[in-house]
Each structure stands twice: as structure tokens, then as C-alpha cells.
């Protein structure tokens, strides 16, 4: 079992930057697939990035080169540090844990979930 909680949403214009975090009990986050995901009102949840055991990332096309996912081992806590946000970033960003991923970005390979966060960006 994996217990996660999210942290550091709020509202901010266009071109600002926020910082998520997600912290992790139960299982240490340098050891389990994790990542960040998000769903607007009326649309799916969508992947935006992982991280796995090795360190190794990988991102959606929409938030390359202005997201990044990193993790605190001692700290047992993930982070997404989003920079250049847009009004389209808008949404409830989750955390998600996996102990196997065979499909990182694809939200149905995680079966632990935090209750999310909401990250507002206005124009």
C-alpha cells in the first residue's frame, strides 16, 4: 500500500511557475514507478510526467521543456516544478503510484492515487 498526498496548488498568471509536491508513505518513492497526471472538467485524466526507480523520466509533449519531475529520497517525496504555465495547464494535477508500469503515462497502470491538487493559470 501507498498513501499520497499532494501540496502547492494554487492560482497564477500565465508565464508563472508553481511547485507540486507529493508526499509518499508506505513504500519509498526511489523504489516504485510515480508520477504526476492531471484532468480538466469534462476531459480524461492525462499523463504529464513519470518517473521510475533508475531516475529515468519522461514527459507529455505538451509540458516538455517546462516541466520537471524530480524526487526527494530522504524526504520520501515527489515533485513537479512547472515553469512557463499556461492557461491550458489548468486542471486538478494528481499524484500516482505503481509498483509496475509497464505503460508510464497511461493513468489505468497506477493503482495508488493522492486526492490532487488544483492548479488555476489565468491569462
Known amino acids: 500500500q501507498v498513501q499520497l498526498v499532494e501540496s502547492g496548488g494554487g492560482s497564477v498568471q500565465a508565464g508563472g511557475s508553481l511547485r507540486l509536491s507529493c508526499a509518499a508513505s508506505g513504500n519509498t518513492v526511489s523504489s516504485i514507478c510515480m508520477g504526476w497526471f492531471r484532468q480538466a472538467p469534462g476531459k480524461q485524466r492525462e499523463g504529464v510526467a513519470t518517473i521510475i526507480s533508475d531516475g529515468s523520466t519522461k514527459y507529455a509533449d505538451s509540458v516538455k521543456g517546462r516541466f520537471t519531475i524530480s524526487r526527494d529520497n530522504a524526504k520520501n517525496t515527489l515533485y513537479l516544478q512547472m515553469n512557463s504555465l499556461k492557461p491550458e495547464d489548468t486542471s486538478m494535477y494528481y499524484c500516482?503510484?505503481?509498483?509496475?508500469?509497464?505503460?508510464?503515462?497511461?493513468?489505468?497502470?497506477?493503482?495508488?492515487w493522492g486526492q490532487g491538487t488544483q492548479v488555476t493559470v489565468s491569462s
Open positions: 500516482a503510484a505503481a509498483y509496475i508500469c509497464p505503460s508510464l503515462l497511461w493513468p489505468g497502470s497506477y493503482p495508488y
